[in-house]
């Protein structure tokens, strides 16, 4: 019996370039819940062919039927519909996120430019921390319209806050919806006055020493996990952020989440990536949700754009992109 010409549907394509921890779970993501086919990019020589041919054998359990590519060739790359970069170094012990600066803005640059030769018009989302600073860069070297490139921080941090607001609360993760502003740093923003359980404020719920201590387990969650593990940082809750960015593109869902996006004048602030609630679609950021904030929560942004800039200019000084 011949089907030569039965083949399963063409899906969209997905680049990941950093076959790391972030990197390859996320493929994993991508395949398995049928979202895209992927060609995950790595430089260390084996890696990502390995970690593509073992999800590729998971198929016949997971029963899906979308591909992934390991390979160290940009060329394969061609004409992805959104690029994701995860390539760089993660934080150890007693580092903060900007101790990266220098080291992953030289690759996220680099990688950026390689693989936007061959898909001019694909869709950027960086992970690579620091995150906002190399969202910037990623958009700098590009050449592609701000609303084409994005950076993940603002989805995961939203999800800790909602998971220690459930566990306190003793409710159903499914009823908390959480709002964290800003850089993807200490100074970041979480917003319990737009964190509600079904609707309800949680403000209503908790008192303000209880939220006090939630808030600053959310800004400290990224180092918890790290002094945790002693090697490397988090990647689970990261690749699932990452993966609900990808499918909103491409499936054109207008999902608002918080993600690191340019501004020029909303919350007054002007040529930064930061993170904001923004609407996601096929063309990449549809709209930029501005809220409403007190003079205080506008306060606390404010200074967490103004670290955010000082690592840009930190960056600009040292080496321009
Ligand atoms: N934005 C966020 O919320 C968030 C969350 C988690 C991790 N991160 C960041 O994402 C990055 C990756 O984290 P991870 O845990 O996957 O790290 P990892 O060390 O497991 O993986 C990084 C991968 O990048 C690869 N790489 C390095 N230079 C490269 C280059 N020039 N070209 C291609 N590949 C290259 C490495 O070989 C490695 O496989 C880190 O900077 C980390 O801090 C950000
Ligand atoms: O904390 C890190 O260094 C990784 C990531 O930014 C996180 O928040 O988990």
């Known amino acids: 019996m011949n089907v030569q010409y039965c083949h399963p549907a063409p899906a969209s394509k997905v680049t990941i370039i950093g076959a790391g921890n972030v990197g390859s779970t996320l493929g994993q993501r991508l395949v398995e819940k049928d979202i895209a086919d992927v060609i995950l990019l790595d430089i260390d020589p084996g890696r990502p062919q390995g970690l593509a041919l ?26 992805s519909d959104i690029i994701v970069v995860t390539a760089g170094l993660a934080r150890k012990p007693g580092m903060s996120r900007e101790d990266l ?28 921390n620091p995150l906002d600073v190399m969202t ?15 950076g993940m921080a603002g989805v995961l941090d939203a999800s800790r806050f909602q998971t220690f607001i ?3 609360l003793r409710v159903s993760i499914k009823d908390v919806t959480a709002t964290v502003l800003g850089g993807h740093g200490d100074l970041m923003v979480p917003l319990p006055r737009y964190s509600t359980v079904n609707g309800i404020p949680i403000t209503e719920l908790l008192s ?17 996990i790290v002094s945790l593990m002693k090697a490397g940082s988090a990647y689970f809750a990261p690749a699932s952020s990452a993966c609900l960015m990808v499918e909103s593109i491409l499936f054109n ?9 340019y501004l020029d004048g909303e919350y007054g602030l002007a040529d930064i990536f930061l993170g904001v609630p923004a609407c996601l679609k096929r063309d990449g950021v549809a709209q930029i949700l501005e809220l409403q904030l007190t003079e205080t929560e506008q306060a606390a942004l404010q200074k967490s754009a103004e670290a955010v800039r000082q ?11």
Do not use: C
């Not at 073992?54 to 004409?79: C, F, K, P, S, W």
């Open 101 to 128: 600066l220098k080291v992953n803005a030289q690759i996220v640059m680099e990688v950026t430019q390689q693989a936007i030769a061959r898909s001019p018009d694909a869709i950027v989302l960086v992970v690579t």
């Open 166 to 168: 459930a566990l306190e």
């Open 253 to 261: 869902q207008a999902r608002i989440v918080p993600a690191a996006v």
């Open 208 to 224: 303000a020493e209880t939220i006090d201590r939630l808030v600053e387990r959310t800004k400290n969650g990224g180092a918890e």
């Open 311 to 321: 690592n840009l200019d930190l960056v600009a000084s040292g080496f321009s992109p």
């Open 54 to 79: 073992d999800l590729m054998e998971a198929r016949g359990v997971e029963r899906h039927d979308r591909t992934i590519a390991g390979t160290d060739n940009y060329d394969l790359t061609q004409d």
């Open 136 to 150: 910037y860069l990623a958009w700098k070297v590009s050449g592609l319209a701000p609303r084409r490139v994005m």
